[in-house]
């Protein structure tokens, strides 16, 4: 059986910049030379044994071997495209490096005696999340669709055992699975903002280890892989170049979701919580901004036009959502706040992040500055409802990306509408039709996200505890959990 997944498009042969819609890595015929095929499985077998008892639910699937695809038969060597492999290696580490980016920005927001437990919880992420993704992450996402469209699988790409040799579109696979598990990593991370300072270690292990296999791989395969059903939904699929709806929606409703399931910290809000480090928070967000041209630029996955579009918007959109940040906080409190610049920042880059490939400069203007405005007032919101996201994942990821998914139907540039009203046909394509794709892709990823995680949150909760006992939630997660402190500094 060939679990291959192909790059064609559905309908005629019109070129519609798929680059600009989706991350467009789903994987094209790889590229084999001839091995000792016996050898290799033996070996294989040995060396991963161990991690096989992770991996049994998939024993059911059909065709399960570990033996590669019989189908997967040499065919004539690629030419590496240097350039674009050597920006796709770059856009890699650029998206890892989000990583500690996200932990100085959330460790600073947190009190003292949280910093190393919240920092440790996007650290963690880079672990468990690696590991699953080599394992069965990129089959479950990537692979030819299985459980009508639920999620892929392909042989080849469990534990990433059959592209050793494979070149897609001038790029090494390996350099394409790597650059999409970093932003397996991060999507999980993300949510973690939401239950700061008041969950087990292990309960978030074990949650992001569910989430990631029951909603992040699902929702990655159904818009971003080539047969996924928001890939081919309308004319030209749902448009989301760098996860819009895989990673901010999908992230922001699962927070939403933890933070009222688990309730509020011991104390809030009555008892200020205040930061304890503004400076590293800030620093956190430079390296995110840094880090979100990979990101975003990247995701185009080649070196050219479309990839200085994405990273030209992603610039502006930024831009524009710190400036009106600060010039309603200035036009409210007569202050420009350090906390509201930073916030600033990221409701732009959020609000891009689904569009940064179809938008003109204008439209990325316009975007960042109403997803500033929709962001503080959410932010507002959160303290009237009473609910507890600790770091304002919902508010921020949730509600700007949201926002940005359904917007972007207005400002998409007009030979990407050409293109798709030629692929419809003779009714023709408008930006209401798009809309209505941007909407069905939203609501689908809101209440799969949503409904899952309530479950994932009681399986935690029911097995291995999630929320944590009031005496270790006073005493603090780095103390009680870690046994360390982040400074030599009084605990506050």
């Known amino acids: 059986m060939a679990n291959i997944l192909q790059t064609l498009q559905k309908g005629p042969p019109v070129k519609i910049d798929d680059q600009a819609r989706h991350p467009g890595l789903s994987p094209g015929p790889p590229i084999h030379h001839t091995v000792q095929e016996a050898l290799v499985k033996t070996i294989t077998s040995r060396i991963f044994s161990c991690f096989f008892s992770l991996c049994g639910i998939f024993w059911s699937v059909p065709g399960f071997v570990?033996?590669?695809?019989?189908?997967?038969?040499?065919?004539?060597?690629?030419?590496?495209?240097?350039?674009?492999?050597?920006?796709?290696?770059?856009?890699?580490?650029?998206?890892?490096?989000?990583?500690?980016?996200?932990?100085?920005?959330?460790?600073?927001l947190v009190r003292t005696k949280n910093v190393l437990g919240t920092m440790m919880h996007s650290f963690v992420a880079m672990a468990i999340i690696g590991v699953l993704w080599t394992i069965c992450g990129y089959s479950l996402a990537f692979g030819k669709s299985i459980l009508g469209g639920v999620a892929g699988w392909s042989n080849n790409y469990f534990f990433l055992k059959g592209i050793d040799n494979s070149i897609v579109?001038?790029?090494?696979?390996?350099?394409?699975?790597?650059?999409?598990?970093?932003f397996a990593i991060i999507t999980p991370a993300l949510i973690s903002g939401a239950l700061a300072e008041r969950v087990y270690f292990r309960g978030y292990?074990?949650?992001?280890?569910?989430?990631?296999?029951?909603?992040?791989?699902?929702?990655?395969?159904?818009?971003?892989?080539?047969?996924?059903w928001l890939f081919n939904f309308g004319a030209a699929g749902v448009i989301d170049l760098a996860g819009g709806l895989v990673i901010h929606v999908s992230a922001g409703i699962s927070a939403l979701v933890v933070a009222i399931y688990l309730g509020p910290r011991q104390g809030y809000p009555k008892n200020a919580m205040q930061p304890n480090n503004l400076v590293m928070t800030l620093m956190g967000a430079g390296l995110l901004w840094v880090g979100w041209f990979g990101f975003n630029a990247g995701s185009t996955v080649h070196s050219g036009l479309d990839t200085a579009r994405a990273l030209t918007m992603?610039?502006?959109?930024?831009?524009?959502?710190?400036?009106?940040?600060?010039?309603?906080?200035?036009?409210?409190?007569?202050?420009?706040?350090?906390?509201?610049?930073?916030?600033?920042?990221?409701?732009?880059?959020?609000?891009?992040?689904?569009?940064?490939?179809?938008?003109?400069?204008?439209?990325?203007?316009?975007?960042?500055?109403?997803?500033?405005?929709?962001?503080?007032?959410?932010?507002?919101?959160?303290?009237?409802?009473?609910?507890d996201d600790a770091l304002d994942c919902f508010g921020i990821h949730g509600v700007g990306s949201g926002?940005?998914?359904?917007?972007?139907?207005?400002?998409?540039?007009?030979?990407?509408?050409?293109?798709?009203?030629?692929?419809?046909?003779?009714?023709?394509?408008?930006?209401?039709?798009?809309?209505?794709?941007?909407?069905?892709?939203?609501?689908?990823?809101?209440?799969?996200?949503?409904?899952?995680?309530?479950?994932i949150c009681v399986v935690v909760e029911k097995t291995v505890k999630f929320r944590l006992d009031p005496e270790k939630?006073?005493?603090?997660?780095?103390?009680?959990?870690?046994?360390?402190?982040?400074?030599?500094?009084?605990?506050?």
């Open 473 to 492: 939630e006073s005493i603090g997660l780095d103390y009680s959990l870690h046994g360390e402190h982040g400074y030599g500094l009084t605990q506050s």
């Open 66 to 108: 570990l033996a590669a695809d019989p189908a997967a038969t040499q065919v004539p060597a690629q030419i590496i495209d240097t350039g674009t492999t050597a920006w796709m290696l770059t856009s890699t580490a650029l998206v890892l490096l989000m990583v500690p980016g996200l932990a100085m920005f959330y460790g600073g």
């Open 205 to 228: 292990c074990v949650f992001i280890s569910l989430w990631f296999l029951i909603i992040y791989c699902p929702l990655c395969h159904w818009v971003w892989a080539s047969d996924g």
């Open 403 to 455: 926002l940005g998914v359904i917007l972007l139907s207005f400002f998409i540039r007009d030979s990407w509408m050409a293109a798709a009203a030629t692929a419809a046909g003779p009714e023709g394509w408008t930006a209401m039709n798009q809309l209505v794709v941007q909407l069905t892709g939203i609501g689908a990823t809101a209440v799969f996200a949503g409904a899952v995680t309530l479950v």
């Open 169 to 182: 579109n001038g790029v090494p696979e390996y350099v394409l699975a790597m650059f999409q598990g970093k």
């Open 314 to 387: 992603t610039q502006i959109s930024a831009a524009s959502g710190a400036l009106t940040w600060l010039i309603i906080e200035t036009m409210v409190y007569r202050k420009a706040t350090a906390l509201g610049f930073v916030s600033g920042i990221l409701a732009g880059l959020v609000v891009i992040t689904p569009a940064a490939g179809v938008v003109l400069p204008y439209g990325a203007m316009i975007l960042g500055a109403i997803s500033s405005v929709v962001c503080y007032y959410a932010l507002r919101l959160k303290t009237k409802l009473g609910y």
